[in-house]
């Protein structure tokens, strides 16, 4: 069964500069439009995994334990498991790749326009 595109009016209600992001997005990557939820996934699957790999190093460095007991295991096998399933999916889909360094670039951008705190 082939899937409904969304309506031309689902995106009317965002502010400018998403609807500005959300194009750029398109332009650049030169994603279809049909095909941009797969790309999206992957690259929403990117960016966990580069949380997990985050987590798995932020818990490395609180603890004072000896070398076997200061790894953590748990967050590390979860973290395996989402590297392994974004290679396989940048293998596969490669298109995620572009649209999460669209995301990485917005984040970082949007941070650099933000007033420094004193």
């Given at each position: 069964?082939p899937e409904n595109?969304?309506?031309p009016?689902?995106?009317?209600?965002?502010p400018?500069?998403?609807q500005s992001?959300?194009?750029w997005?398109?332009c650049?990557t030169?994603?279809?439009y049909?095909?941009?939820?797969?790309a999206y996934?992957?690259?929403?699957?990117?960016?966990?995994t580069?949380?997990?790999?985050?987590?798995?190093i932020r818990?490395w460095g609180a603890?004072s334990?000896?070398?076997?007991w200061?790894?953590?295991?748990g967050?590390l096998l979860?973290?395996?498991?989402f590297?392994?399933?974004?290679?396989?999916?940048v293998?596969?889909?490669?298109?995620g790749?572009?649209?999460?360094?669209?995301?990485g670039?917005f984040?970082w951008?949007s941070?650099l326009?933000?007033?420094?705190?004193?």
């Amino acid at each position: 069964m082939p899937e409904n595109p969304p309506s031309p009016q689902a995106h009317i209600s965002q502010p400018p500069a998403h609807q500005s992001f959300w194009l750029w997005v398109l332009c650049l990557t030169g994603v279809d439009y049909f095909r941009q939820g797969g790309a999206y996934a992957t690259g929403v699957l990117v960016l966990m995994t580069s949380a997990c790999v985050a987590t798995v190093i932020r818990r490395w460095g609180a603890a004072s334990t000896p070398w076997p007991w200061r790894v953590p295991w748990g967050y590390l096998l979860i973290t395996v498991v989402f590297v392994y399933t974004t290679i396989a999916v940048v293998i596969e889909k490669p298109d995620g790749i572009k649209i999460a360094a669209c995301f990485g670039s917005f984040s970082w951008a949007s941070t650099l326009a933000q007033p420094s705190q004193p």
